[in-house]
Nanobody
């Protein structure tokens, strides 16, 4: 069983920044692929960014490339999402998720919401114009 707890959401003006954190339980955090997803009202959940077990490989949604940065600290069992130059269209509930698959993880899998096994409760991010 893996528990994920997000923090760092809030209300920010357009152009501002937020840093989301996701703390994980479990002794094998370094073996999880981790992802950040978001869901806006009346929209499907979509990938924002994902990071491989070692942190050496990352994927980003086109809409956030150059503005958001995903990182992880395997000692602290935490994954982060640094969000800069925020836009009103970034408003959503943000979720972190863990993929416990132990085989070779390709980039397409990292972006697939259906491949993730555990989810946090979500944190609201609201960007005002």
């Amino acid at each position: 069983q893996v528990q994920l707890v997000e923090s760092g959401g809030g209300l920010v003006q357009a152009g501002g920044s937020l840093r989301l954190s996701c703390a994980a339980s479990g002794r094998t955090f370094s073996s999880y692929t981790m992802g950040w997803f978001r869901q806006a009202p009346s929209k499907e959940r979509e990938v924002v960014a994902a990071i491989s077990r070692s942190g050496g490989s990352t994927v980003y949604a086109d809409s956030v490339k150059g503005r958001f940065t995903i990182s992880r600290d395997n000692v602290k069992k935490t994954v982060y999402l640094q969000m800069d130059s925020l836009k009103p269209e970034d408003t959503a509930v943000y979720y972190c998720a863990a993929d416990l698959y132990l085989g070779t993880v390709v980039r397409a899998r990292m972006s697939d919401v259906n491949e993730y096994d555990y989810w946090g409760q979500g944190t609201q991010v609201t960007v005002s114009s």
